[in-house]
């Protein structure tokens, strides 16, 4: 007799191994680090982006419901050297998702480090703890040649 | 479990586009690195470093149920792309695997020396010479030069082919560029065919080979060819010693598929459309030739936004209400037959709204009540909404809700920041007299710090996600059923869908999301946030679809990183249309009078070289290659959503609604032969996006399969990240 | 190159008499044991044995794993560790340089890097004999991958383990 659960609140499912028996675990320690983010950012044109590519939407994030992460971590590479800011604004919101207002507390902005082929590797917020629940992150390329930016973030608990 | 071995000499270039496929088939993979491109290259493995003509890497390679070349060239006169895998060509053994060429770089212009002498002399197709094309390949599709580079190809700008698949006996449309040269790289490409050496593929053929993937038990296997065409005004026609794919022994040749580009995929939030990859087609079909069997097959699905639908003022065709209610009820009589053939369940999703907030004629509602549509229109929308009702009861056309009034600007949910002079449905929980909580209140406050004795006693508990909050002090709605609705909170949220829900039972439905799939495509692509997620599992809802950016376009909300919140899935959405929302409806594959993207080939931009639009009216051929074109992006875009986005691929039924034959609707494309009211060709879209990617779910009988959204959200739960 | 086989036993009578060397990679500051009161300091709560293994180590930088082949990491799936510590003896009886180098990078869901190459951590140098003994701390954690290399113009054999931490820090 094959043994059956109660899947999606609604519907009877056989235990199979598509249709696994949800387990919970007891004393489980969560996991630290999820990623978050995956991307390549076109700075071939210039002006100020996000790391999905979005202009001309300053109220639109590039990472939503991240409360329950301390910190993020922003790893690139880029291809290209040529000189590029980067902006990383946040803001918290209400239980229902929405901003407690219009616009963005400015947490970190500068110069993009590293050169062409490079690795590289920053903190937001580089001090103290983060805990807000929408980010937007920008970059802009303000001179020399334009180039892909690969970008990884991975949000730490 | 099947393992391939993927080969690129550039991990900065190498699209991620190939792990993902591979990742969605539950086909394990080793990534290697060339260190050059040159046959002196070394590849590194977990082994070690192994030169390319090494024992060590043949025995390597022979741990795997394929090898894929991953590199390609964007022009013939590039010297060393994949010159190392000169040497595999000739390991042919029983015991090695089959390697899989896509796009192969093996023209005359390579001058390394160990490349051309180790260049098997009895490989059957012609190598290319960028100094004598005509002579050694066949311009594809017309021969016009793509304005950037056909390889390139992303979810727009497709090239048009029809083949001919030989041992299957089946016709397929799908994006075909074997090879691709220009002036330049990147600029003014043409697409090429191959050219057959016939006598060194007559030796082959008469040859006994012996390997799990000679099918014919041949050493040589001409696999597919340009289709020869079924009318005679198509006058693009191929030598017979043309070919796009061929087997050398166990040596796939196969057209391009996935560019050499620093695409990352990201995790479903969001892909950008240029990067786009519509040629997978043939990593599909070559993993299959190979015998590759994935682990999972992939469900293909459509579903299609507003069945019923309507426009005022339709210039040229002019059609009367009737004329277009008759149209889609010709439409879905098509296709709820189609999936009753297929096993399919093509998802509609109801306009609703017009019962409570609009009497535009283009509402579900409006068409099959308003007083503003005349009663024979009205008579036949009441016909289409029966089909669709009984459709939805038996599983071949589920519906769900979809409102573009909920919110502002004629979007989906969440829309801005107040929705005006929302006016709600009656009765039942969340409707008009009920006097319910229009707002978020004024003071929250997680139940396990609130003192006693202070929320006072109207207090609510809400749960959005894993935030459980005590509220009280609301902004109520009143007895009445009109007031300014704040939007971003969920009892706005459980409003407006209450109200949705309410909308599709009085049409007659059980249920407002899809029968058992617990689903629908939300208007817009707008999913709203957090707080719409969660009043749609509250009612029953396992999944949606919806943009990245989910309140288009207000634009303050994204979707979650994985598109999975708390078990909820938010499914991508990918449309085809053939004319961009602002031209209204479509002017059918191609109109010299058309608005600004008013037809397909305009819309995405299929016009190369002009080769459409300057010989529409005086050459029929230039509508065969528009269609061509058409279907290759649709069929390619569509194979793209499902092998890669695992997302929802859509129409808008109204928007093609009148470029079809209204003597005889269905009839499949053939040319100025049958014409639509104002007398260019016809041309169905869904019939032709339905009956094309059914001969590509034919061919590809390993790797997928129709399917419905209830598989796609599955295999989603299974393959996602996190 | 010489080899000298050791016991557990003998490692640990090493560990007593031989002088501990906490190696500095270029670049990233060493944080002492023990915290003055007010500076924040750092908290494991969670540690795992990452790579435990002997490598042979010559001329060429080579994985501790043994290999040359740049593309492979020494581990993977260590993006759940905050900082990782690289502890390790070099056996070998003549003084010479032993190398030592921390490579990174971060991959995607699929498991392929993000783009071409490592990111350099940081270099550090012994001279082994008197000193044998190494301790690296890596505070660039949450890496994906990490590839840890050993090199010493005379072979060497150098006995190491690598562990993760989760932790936080405090006040």
Request: proline content about 6%; some cysteine.
């Amino acid at each position: 007799m094959p043994v059956r659960f109660l899947k999606n609140a609604s519907e009877l499912a056989d235990v199979s191994w598509e249709s696994p028996l949800p387990v919970a675990v007891t004393n489980a320690k969560p996991v630290p680090a999820d990623t978050l983010l995956i991307a390549t950012t076109n700075l071939f044109p210039t002006g100020e982006r996000d790391l999905l590519g979005s202009t001309g939407a300053p109220e639109l994030p590039t990472l939503d419901a991240c409360g329950q992460y301390r910190k993020l971590i922003w790893f690139y590479f880029r291809e290209g050297a040529a000189d590029t800011t980067y902006t990383i604004l946040a803001r918290v919101t209400d239980h229902n998702g929405a901003p407690l207002g219009a616009g963005w507390l400015t947490i970190a902005s500068g110069t993009l480090p590293g050169g062409a082929n490079s690795w590289n590797r920053l903190e937001i917020p580089d001090t103290g703890d983060a805990y807000y629940d929408q980010y937007r992150i920008l970059v802009n390329r303000t001179g020399g040649s334009g180039y892909y930016l690969i970008s990884k973030i991975v949000g730490v608990r | 479990m099947p393992k391939v071995c993927l080969i690129t000499s550039n991990l900065t270039r190498f699209n991620k586009v190939w792990t993902q496929v591979l990742r969605h088939l539950g086909i394990d993979y080793t990534l290697c690195v060339a260190t050059s491109g040159g046959v002196g290259a070394t590849i590194q493995t977990p082994q070690g470093g192994l030169a390319a003509n090494s024992t060590d890497l043949r025995n390597y390679f022979r741990l795997f149920d394929a090898v894929i070349l991953c590199d390609h060239a964007l022009t013939l006169s590039e010297t060393a792309v994949i010159n190392y895998s000169v040497y595999w060509l000739s390991w042919n053994a029983p015991e090695d695997p089959p390697f899989l060429f896509f796009n192969p770089h093996f023209s005359t212009a390579i001058t390394e020396s160990a490349y051309n002498s180790n260049f098997p002399s009895d490989f059957p197709i012609v190598r290319p010479n960028p100094s004598d094309l005509a002579g050694t390949l066949y311009a594809a599709d017309g021969g016009s030069p793509s304005a950037f580079t056909p390889l390139f190809t992303g979810a727009a700008a497709a090239r048009g082919a029809c083949v001919l698949f030989l041992a299957e006996n089946i016709r397929a449309h799908v994006m075909t560029v074997c090879n691709a040269h220009g002036a330049s790289r990147t600029a003014n490409v043409v697409p090429y065919y191959w050219r057959l050496n016939p006598t060194q593929h007559s030796t082959l053929a008469n040859t006994n080979y012996t390997h799990r993937v000679a099918r014919n038990g041949r050493a040589g296997e001409i696999l597919a060819v340009p289709a020869p065409p079924t009318n005679p005004e198509d006058t693009e026609t191929y030598p017979s010693d043309c070919v796009v794919a061929y087997r050398y022994r166990n040596i796939f040749w196969l057209p391009h598929t996935i560019r050499s580009f620093f695409d990352t995929m990201n995790l479903h939030s969001w892909y950008t459309l240029g990067n786009w990859t519509p040629m997978l087609f043939w990593l599909l079909y070559g993993l299959q030739l190979a015998g590759v069997r994935p682990r999972y097959r992939l469900p293909v699905q459509m579903e299609t936004d507003h069945p019923i639908e309507s426009g005022a003022n339709t210039p040229p065709f002019n059609f009367s209400y009737r004329q277009q209610m008759e149209a889609l009820l010709a439409k879905h009589d098509y296709m709820r037959e189609f999936a009753r053939r297929t096993g399919t369940a093509i998802i509609h999703g109801v306009r609703v709204g017009g019962r409570h907030r609009t009497t535009s004629a283009s509402f579900h509602w409006q068409m099959m009540y308003g007083t503003g549509v005349p009663a024979d229109a009205r008579a036949v929308a009441q016909q289409i909404n029966q089909l669709l009702v009984a459709g939805h009861r038996e599983g071949t056309t589920p519906c769900g809700v979809h409102d573009h009034t909920a919110g502002n600007f004629q979007g989906g949910y969440w829309l801005g920041d107040v929705r005006a002079g929302f006016r709600r449905h009656s009765g039942m929980r969340y409707g008009a007299p009920a006097n319910v909580p229009i707002s978020r209140g004024r003071c929250c406050v997680a139940p396990h710090v609130l003192p006693a004795g202070v929320a006072p006693p109207n207090a609510l508990t809400v749960q959005v996600g894993d935030a459980e909050m005590v509220e009280w002090d609301h902004t109520m709605s009143g007895t009445g059923d009109t007031f300014d609705l704040p939007l971003g909170n969920i009892h706005a949220a459980r409003i407006v869908i209450e109200s949705e829900i309410e909308e599709m039972l009085a049409l007659g439905f059980p249920d407002g999301h899809c029968a058992g799939h617990k689903y629908t495509n939300t208007a817009a692509n707008a999913s709203g946030g957090e707080c719409y997620w969660q009043a749609l599992k509250e009612f029953g809802f396992r999944g949606v679809r919806s943009a990245s950016a989910c309140n288009e376009p207000h634009r303050t909300k994204r979707v979650v990183s994985n598109r999975l919140w708390h078990g909820f899935h938010l499914i991508t959405d990918a449309g085809f249309d053939l004319a961009h929302p602002s031209a209204g409806y479509s002017r059918g594959l191609y109109y010299p009078d058309s608005p600004s993207e008013g037809d397909g080939v305009r819309h995405w931009q299929l016009d190369h070289g002009n080769d459409i639009s300057a010989n529409w009216t005086t050459s029929a051929v230039a509508a065969w290659r528009a269609y061509r074109r058409v279907v290759c992006q649709g069929i390619g875009n569509w194979l793209f959503t499902t092998a890669v986005v695992l997302g929802g691929f859509y129409i808008h039924l109204g928007t093609q609604l009148m470029i079809i034959s209204l003597s005889d609707p269905n009839a499949r494309f053939n040319g100025w032969s049958v014409q639509n009211v104002i007398g260019h060709p016809h041309y169905n879209h869904a019939v032709e996006l339905l009956e094309n990617m059914d001969a590509v779910v034919r061919l590809l009988s390993d790797v997928l399969y129709w399917g419905t959204i209830t598989d796609v959200m599955d295999h989603r739960e299974r393959v996602l990240e996190g | 190159m010489s080899a000298e086989r050791i016991t557990r036993r003998e490692m640990l009578k090493r560990l007593v008499i031989a002088p501990v060397g906490a190696a500095v990679l270029t670049t990233l500051e060493v944080r002492e044991a023990s915290a003055a009161a007010l500076q924040r300091y750092y908290a494991p709560y969670f540690v795992a044995v990452l790579w435990e293994g002997r490598t042979r180590c010559d001329s060429l930088w080579r994985s501790l794993k043994g290999d040359v082949v740049a593309i492979l990491p020494t581990v993977q799936g260590a993006t759940p560790y905050d900082r990782l510590y690289w502890t390790g003896y070099a056996l070998g009886n003549a003084p010479v340089n032993v190398d030592m180098r921390v490579l990174a990078r971060a991959v995607d869901h699929n498991g392929v890097p993000l783009g071409s190459g490592w990111r350099e951590i940081g270099q550090a140098t012994i001279q082994t004999p008197p000193m044998r003994w190494f301790r690296v701390e890596i505070p660039e954690g949450h890496w994906d991958e990490y590839r840890l290399e050993v090199r010493s113009a005379t072979p060497r054999l150098v006995y190491s383990r690598l562990i993760g931490s989760q932790g936080y820090w405090r006040e």
